[in-house]
């Protein structure tokens, strides 16, 4: 890899750093104060996964704020994503949560643009975008290895994070998404989530390409999934969600299916999607996104013969074994 | 750069001359190597009173061809002969996962995505095409409208944060 040495104390970097099969899975964002809802949705996933990635107001629809959501996460010991999108702050904003995410024990950020707010419920806000997702990770990459602020101003303690991006390899220019990819790990991308993956073809295209650039010896990437509810559901996403693309015979497969079957249809097409790019040389992990479907997550990863994972919730790698705590049982 | 959605029809003129990006690479050469010269002239003038002259035709005209946004930090050779600020998300270093099926804009659905004619255009670039893999600096807000001819030779427009020194210059791949 070309950052050789560990950066971040990060348990999903240890994964992925062991050449293991990583596996993260997003944790729907509650509309919620009470912070055992948090726990509730992360009490599922947490067994089944390296890392729960905490959202940041994904299709602009306002949830629990990220930050909050992983500061709640590692109190109770749990390995959080820190999604941050360049949509709603500005740059004096994004560096001020970077440091106050660090000082809560988030050690895993993903850098985005963030999907605007046109998509979302509220398309009368106004957009930010002062900073590019590019800029967003060039930045925190300057406030942990520069121990400074964009501006230049020192850092008492640097902030130690493991920094991923996302790739969309299914959207256009395709010949460029790759280049992309090579910009963002030349900004600093440790590790990269793709959008969800249904068109396994494409994929392996991309794959090729990031590989003909070397890309996956200095970057791991992990492959988008997620299980389709329903025919409905296939084409809700495919029409209203941006840059999600699903190629027609997997939509006309759950077509196909009884209603009442096509949500375990849907979990199957899932785990053969798992298993499919598993296979490709470069991928390093999978990312799972079950959209209020959060219970499938662990049947998902289970099935598709992912388990167990090598670290448990709350507890310290062998070797620093700590009890187990919750801030309320 | 909060961007106002501006619906326009994109200007006709500008389109055909946009597909058109090796002329543009060479007009934009051509003027540079103008600007450089006049650079003392300019300097003894002073720049204030050369921005205010310039100002009103450097608007006018990038505009009608490039649907200018007066960034002031002109990076357009870099980036197809395309400008970035008129992609809604401003964004400087390439397009964002939302271009749709057809290449249309997660935004404005009825406007092609910015960065895949710029990725498009740039292929047809003989000189500058390579740029696009420049990692490009954020953007300098406080350049808002003024002259982004005047901040080249001033140099204000390749100022970049403290932090980021040392990397604006990087080169990707091969």
Not at chain 1, 61 to 86: D, F, K, N, W
Not at chain 1, 245 to 260: F, N, Q, Y
Not at chain 1, 264 to 271: D, M, R, T
Not at chain 2, 64 to 84: E, K, Y
Request: charged share 25%.
């Amino acid at each position: 890899m070309v950052n050789s040495e560990e950066t971040s104390g990060s348990r999903l970097e240890r994964v992925l750093r062991a050449g293991r099969f990583a596996v993260t899975a997003e944790l729907d964002p509650p509309d919620s104060a009470d912070p055992q809802e948090v726990y509730s949705a992360a009490l599922v996933l947490s067994s089944v996964c390296d890392g729960i990635n905490a959202t940041d107001a994904s299709g602009a629809h306002c949830h629990m704020s990220s930050v909050a959501i992983c500061a709640l996460l590692t109190r109770a010991g749990y390995e959080p994503v820190y999604q941050v999108s360049c949509r709603d702050r500005n740059r004096i904003a994004i560096q001020g949560d970077l440091l106050g995410a660090a000082a809560m024990g988030v050690r895993n950020v993903l850098c985005l643009t963030g999907d605007d707010v046109i998509v979302g419920d509220q398309p009368e806000a106004k957009r930010v975008f002062d900073f590019d997702s590019i800029h967003l990770l060039r930045t925190a990459a300057i406030m942990r290895d520069r121990g400074q602020f964009l501006s230049g101003r020192e850092l008492t303690t640097p902030p130690r994070l493991f920094l991923g991006a996302a790739s969309n390899p299914f959207a256009r220019p395709y010949k460029w998404r790759p280049l992309r990819l090579a910009k963002k790990v030349e900004a600093g991308a440790q590790f990269i989530q793709t959008q969800y993956c249904f068109d396994v073809p494409r994929f392996r295209a991309f794959m090729e390409q990031v590989r003909d650039l070397g890309l996956h010896e200095k970057v791991h990437i992990l492959v988008g999934v997620g299980p389709l509810r329903s025919e409905r559901a296939a084409e809700y996403m495919r029409t209203r969600v941006p840059g999600v693309r699903i190629p027609d015979p997997v939509v006309e497969r759950l077509r196909k299916t009884p209603k009442k079957l096509q949500r375990e249809e849907g979990k199957q097409i899932c785990i053969e999607i798992i298993q499919q790019v598993r296979e490709i040389e470069g991928v390093a992990g999978v990312h799972v996104m079950a959209y209020r479907q959060e219970e499938l997550v662990a049947e998902i990863i289970e099935e598709a013969g992912l388990l167990p994972r090598p670290y448990q919730p709350g507890v310290e790698p062998p070797g620093r074994q700590r009890p187990r705590r919750h801030p309320r049982e | 750069m909060p961007l106002s959605t501006d619906d326009r029809p994109r200007t006709t003129i500008g389109s055909w001359l946009r597909d058109r990006p090796r002329w543009l690479e060479r007009a934009y050469r051509l003027t540079h190597r103008l600007f450089v010269r006049l650079h003392p002239l300019i300097r003894r003038l002073g720049y204030g009173r050369v921005e205010r002259w310039l100002l009103p035709g450097e608007d006018l005209g990038k505009k009608i061809v490039f649907d200018c946004r007066m960034c002031g930090q002109c990076i357009l050779h870099s980036t197809g002969m395309t400008c970035p600020m008129t992609c809604p998300k401003n964004l400087r270093n390439g397009p964002c996962g939302g271009v749709r099926a057809n290449g249309h804009c997660e935004v404005k659905p009825e406007m092609m995505c910015v960065w895949v004619e710029a990725y498009e255009r740039s292929q047809k670039m003989a000189t500058y095409g390579d740029e696009m893999m420049l990692l490009q600096p954020p953007v300098n807000r406080r350049l808002q409208g003024s002259s982004a001819w005047i901040n080249m030779l001033t140099g204000e427009d390749k100022e970049v944060p403290a932090g980021w020194v040392g990397i604006e210059k990087i080169e990707i791949g091969d």
